[in-house]
């Protein structure tokens, strides 16, 4: 499926490049935010499919820019996927009890990226 809007907030100029290019020539709307203050913006003002989020930012972090997308009405229902480089066990615990409705590990697979994100828009239409 194309034209499902990704925004990802991630402040490593080469994992956003990559992850960005992957989308791009798959056919996903790409929004970019290196900071979370920036995709806390893109997020209410764009309204995306799924939201990519980094855990370690420069400013606010990814468990905290997740709270506040909870609270927000505007964006409360957005899927929102961890976007790691934390694949050891007691990450993805904490991760996923943070609130997070899934994660991503970085660095990324480019055969394998394509198909975790759809999978993630997939179950977002699943449960709505
Ligand atoms: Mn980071």
Redesign the pocket.
């Known amino acids: 499926m194309a034209g499902e809007v990704v925004l990802i907030i991630?402040?490593?100029e080469r994992?956003m490049k990559l992850a960005r290019d992957v989308l791009t020539f798959r056919g996903y709307r790409v929004l970019e935010a290196p900071t979370a203050e920036r995709g806390l913006e893109l997020a209410t003002s764009d309204h995306p499919d799924l939201v990519l989020m980094?855990?370690?930012?420069?400013g606010m972090g990814?468990i905290e820019a997740l709270g506040h997308l909870r609270a927000n009405p505007a964006t409360a229902r957005i899927r929102v996927v961890a976007f790691t480089?934390s694949a050891m066990k007691d990450d993805r615990e904490r991760i996923l009890a943070a609130g997070f409705d899934g994660y991503i590990v970085k660095p990324i697979s480019v055969r394998e990226f394509p198909g975790q994100v759809q999978e993630q828009l997939d179950l977002r239409c699943r449960s709505t």
Do not use: H, K, T, Y
């Not at 980094?54 to 420069?58: C, H, K």
């Open positions: 991630e402040d490593n994992n980094d855990i370690q930012l420069p990814g480089a």
